[in-house]
Nanobody
Framework: QLQASGGGLVQAGGSLRLSCSASGRTFSTSVMGWFRQAPGKEREFVEAVSWSGGSTDYADSVKGRFSISRDNAKNTVYLQMNSLKHEDTAVYYC????????????????????WGQGTQVTVSS
């Protein structure tokens, strides 16, 4: 089970940190990802992190602004979002993949077998 939190309403240029806690899965050997879905659009990849946190991948649209990290002791993955833009408005989902290797990260949804319920992020312009 994945539980995402931390969303809310923020002004453009502001920051938010999303959290996603996992239970019932082998978190420390799972690839974790964040995706988002804006109104009227398909869900898209945001960032992913490998088992240890040593490898990360991110979408070009969030480069230099968002950062993913994880705390395996707390079974939690984070998404730090800075310099938020109106176009970052979306429902953000965390996802867990039990496949892969130590340094794997995934951009494709079908690699992830478990999904959180989503948390709304609204950026006012």
């Amino acid at each position: 089970q994945l539980q995402a939190s931390g969303g809310g309403l923020v002004q453009a240029g502001g920051s938010l940190r999303l959290s996603c806690s996992a239970s019932g899965r082998t978190f420390s050997t799972s690839v974790m990802g964040w995706f988002r879905q804006a109104p009227g659009k398909e869900r898209e990849f945001v960032e992913a992190v490998s088992w240890s946190g040593g490898s990360t991948d991110y979408a070009d649209s969030v480069k230099g602004r968002f950062s993913i990290s994880r705390d395996n002791a707390k079974n939690t993955v984070y998404l730090q979002m800075n310099s938020l833009k109106h176009e970052d408005t979306a429902v953000y989902y965390c996802a867990l993949s039990e496949t892969g290797y130590y340094s794997s990260t995934y951009r494709t949804e079908r690699k992830y077998g478990y999904w959180g319920q989503g948390t709304q992020v609204t950026v006012s312009s």
